[in-house]
């Protein structure tokens, strides 16, 4: 039986609202075609005036069939809003079923040219009509951004970019580091700035942050990954921007203690085997043929002057991702110990507690968990008061354990409680364009309960009159509800005496952020000093390649006067 089709514009198709009334229904529709993924294609309709109501652009779902951009089509098929997570914004498509090649000039009038909207910051902040909404009505059309925009994220393994709207001047409604780069406004923590992915890794660029785009960016507005992208198919023209990996000023000395954090990105010695990882394409890596165990040590060896003490996150077990019953992670350490040693002379000793199978998340079958390096020669460690916190509370379950451990001074005596955290992740956090709790943390309230447990371990530390310093990756930033509930009353952060443009040690879509902070009693803020040392967060990698950073954040370190 011949299946009949509505003929419809692409307007009608998308409607006005995030989700189209036409789900499920099949059509008949024309357009031309403005840009072409792996997947498909987008078709927009040409010589329409947008009205800040709906979009004349759509996806065409097509793997089987490749368009090619600026031919006008006539395209049959379902109606989808596709749903990539139940918490994602639905996405009107066409999958294709039919398809017929119109003339250049067809009877309906159809030319070959569509004429991109500009973004500009005047653009894009409007009185009468939200961001999502505002977006949601160009969703699928031909948009572009001018030349002479800062690039404030580096490029990833992915082609993905984003951009400050800086031309012709810096935009100074928002915070800006010393290379141009975006610190998150505590007003507004999840605000969208635009980018594009390159879709040929031939033409994308190795960018760090702070480069400017010389050459329009032109391409159909995409919703993927929980927000908005220009696909950009075509090399782009930019002027670099060279970033340098910053050193300490801070240097070991008897009376005091130096203490390093360093997140180690899942880091193990392990070449994992296919059979045994859950999932190939993420799970298997070589850390140490990528060189990032050379990186780290010279960033511990070279830019932090050896510190006293070295707290690390993200340290996986001997196998790394393979789904064994192997916990121990002594060969990570030795190995990372080696690589620092033979750059400096210095052989650092290790203290962790092992987690239990498979028990405090991350990557399944890395076992992460969190860990000391020590200099033998300057500080001892109590055995008998070192533990893995939270064991035994609720907050804790399926997330790393702070690991406490107290160390003495060797030429003062005087001791010092480490609590290095690495506290529930914000990955789950819903899109500011979700239909359904935009921006909520579904974390948060875990997060907090965890600082809150970390907040009576400092109790019980003051109640014995030890010194204490909290460090690690805490996943929040300096004014959450996660750090005034860690604080309190008692408790300072340093990263509260840094200037307000140098408080940022991660990179999260083009917004600088700071997510490792350093926590010590409030009547010891003088005989502290801070740094953090910038440049990892600010570098990028090469796309279509794997990832060769040895960690996503910014490496932290402080002084403290016993």
């Not at 996405?91 to 991109?116: D, K, N």
């Amino acid at each position: 039986m011949e299946k009949n089709y509505t003929q419809l514009s692409i307007r009608e198709i998308q409607g006005d609202s995030v989700e189209s009334t036409y789900g499920g229904e099949s059509i008949l529709t024309t357009g031309v075609v403005t840009g072409i993924l792996r997947r498909g294609f987008f078709l927009q309709t040409p010589n329409v005036e947008w009205d800040e109501v709906g979009s004349d652009g759509v996806f065409v779902f097509s793997p089987e069939w490749n368009a090619e951009v600026g031919v006008a089509l006539e395209v049959q098929g379902e109606v989808v809003n596709y749903l990539k997570h139940e918490t994602a914004k639905p996405v009107t498509q066409i999958h294709l079923e039919q398809v017929r090649p119109l003339p250049a000039s067809s009877s309906s009038g159809i030319p070959l040219a569509v004429r991109p909207i500009v973004l500009t910051r005047k653009f894009l902040n409007r009185d009468n009509l939200s961001l999502a909404d505002l977006l949601n009505s160009l969703e699928g059309m031909l948009v572009s951004i001018k030349a002479g925009q800062t690039f404030i994220s580096p490029s990833n393994p992915f082609g993905d970019y984003v951009l400050a709207l800086d031309s012709p001047d810096v935009d100074r409604s928002v915070l800006r580091s010393e290379n141009r780069g975006v610190l998150t406004d505590h007003e507004n923590h999840l605000r969208w700035f635009p980018g594009f992915r390159i879709t040929n890794y031939n033409h994308a660029q190795r960018l760090n942050v702070g480069a400017t785009l010389q050459g329009d960016i032109v391409g159909p507005l995409n919703y993927r990954v929980d927000s908005y992208q220009i696909v950009q198919s075509g090399p782009i023209s930019v002027d670099p921007a060279f970033v340098s990996l910053s050193k300490s000023t801070l240097q070991s000395s008897p009376g005091s203690l130096t203490i390093m954090t360093l997140n180690c990105f899942n880091l193990d010695p392990h070449i994992e085997a296919e059979e045994k990882v859950m999932n190939p394409r993420q799970d298997i890596d070589d850390d140490w043929g990528e060189g990032r165990f050379h990186t780290l040590a010279q960033a511990i060896a070279l830019q932090a002057n050896t510190p006293d003490i070295v707290a690390l996150q993200e340290i996986q077990d001997n196998d790394g991702a393979e789904l064994t019953d192997v916990v121990d992670a002594s060969r990570t350490y030795e190995l990372l110990i080696r690589t620092v040693e033979e750059l400096s002379g210095l052989a650092y000793a290790w203290v962790d507690v092992n987690p239990e199978l498979g028990a405090d998340g991350g990557q399944p079958g890395g076992n992460i968990r969190n860990a000391y390096l020590y200099n033998p020669k300057r500080v001892k460690i109590i055995p008998e008061k070192t533990k893995a916190c939270g064991r035994d509370n609720p907050a804790f379950e399926g997330s790393r354990k702070p690991l406490l451990v107290v160390f003495e001074e060797l030429s003062s005596h005087k001791q010092l409680a480490c609590i290095n955290v690495h506290l529930a992740s914000k990955r789950h956090q819903n899109s500011i364009f979700a239909p359904l709790n935009p921006g909520v943390d579904e974390k948060l309230a875990v997060r907090v309960a965890q600082a809150s447990h970390v907040a009576d371990e400092l109790e019980l530390l003051r109640q014995q009159k030890l010194n204490y310093y909290v460090t690690g990756d805490f996943n929040d930033t300096e004014h959450s509800e996660t750090l005034k509930t860690l604080i309190g009353n008692h408790s300072a952060n340093l990263v509260m005496s840094l200037p307000e443009e140098e408080r940022y040690d991660y990179n999260h879509r083009g917004k600088l952020q700071v997510l490792m902070h350093g926590v010590i009693p409030i009547d010891r803020q003088d005989n502290a000093d801070y740094e953090i040392i910038h440049g990892n967060e600010l570098i990028g990698v090469t796309p279509g390649e794997e990832s060769d950073k040895p960690s996503d954040h910014a490496y932290v370190i402080a002084k403290l006067k016993l």
